[in-house]
């Protein structure tokens, strides 16, 4: 039994504090996959081999194995507050390193969505927390393109450009990296991608952003 239930509680206080209904709906997961496709979750234990990392946005509303139509062991996942890719992160620079070079993944997609609530943030004057100085980027961003963006007239128009053109500069920040830069020279397949997720169609865009090598230019 995986559930922590305290008989002494109200069944309130319970749900609050140890959440059974998510323990429930787990059990139903499990026991689906296992009737309708027996020996794929023992079949996890084997090391995972994924041929593609994904860099997303932690935005609820981005479930990347779902849009994709990809099942558990297939993408192997990196997730922050719009989806950047910072020099300056051991987090993400980690997830990279071990994405390319040990589990050999053949594809890099960063993922934005429209309406990101971080790029939105990092529109408005910058604060004092946490999340501003991780934000930081975006902002300056946000500022390089600034005559691009004020020929929109629509400000959802800007925020939804900012959430593109953040993409496209984390794709170019990932293809400067090193670590990414070490696998191209060693001749190994690897594609970088820049895509868009929308919420009210359920679709993904390509930024056409792709690269394969440190030759082929990214668009400007
Ligand atoms: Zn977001």
């Known amino acids: 039994m995986a559930v922590i239930w305290l008989p002494g509680l109200p069944d309130e206080e319970n749900q609050m504090r140890y959440l059974p209904e998510i323990f429930a709906n787990n059990r139903q997961w499990a026991e689906t996959i296992q009737r309708e496709r ?27 194995n ?18 950047l890719v910072r020099p300056d992160d051991p987090n993400c620079l980690a997830v990279i390193q071990f994405a390319v070079h040990t589990l050999k993944v053949r594809h890099i ?8 609530g971080g790029v939105h943030a990092a529109m408005d004057a910058a604060g004092a927390g946490a999340l501003d100085g991780w934000l930081s980027p975006v902002r300056a961003l946000g500022e390089r393109e600034a005559p691009t963006l004020s020929r929109l007239e629509d400000s959802d128009d800007r925020w939804n450009r900012l959430c593109e053109l953040n993409v496209i500069e984390q794709v170019r920040q990932l293809a400067a990296l090193p ?19 929308e919420f009210h169609t359920g679709l993904l865009h390509d930024l056409a952003t792709s690269t394969s090598g440190p030759g082929e230019p990214l668009p400007a």
């Open 179 to 197: 670590v990414i830069s070490k696998a191209w020279d060693e001749g190994r397949q690897l594609s970088l991608h820049g895509w868009m997720y």
């Open 109 to 116: 997609v960063v993922c934005g969505h429209y309406r990101c």
């Open 38 to 64: 027996p020996g794929y979750l023992p079949g996890l234990d084997a090391p995972q081999s994924p041929r593609i990392l994904w860099i997303g946005c932690s935005d609820s509303r981005v479930p990347a």
């Open 66 to 83: 779902e849009i994709c139509g990809l099942q558990p062991g297939e993408m192997f996942k990196h997730r922050n507050i719009a989806n």
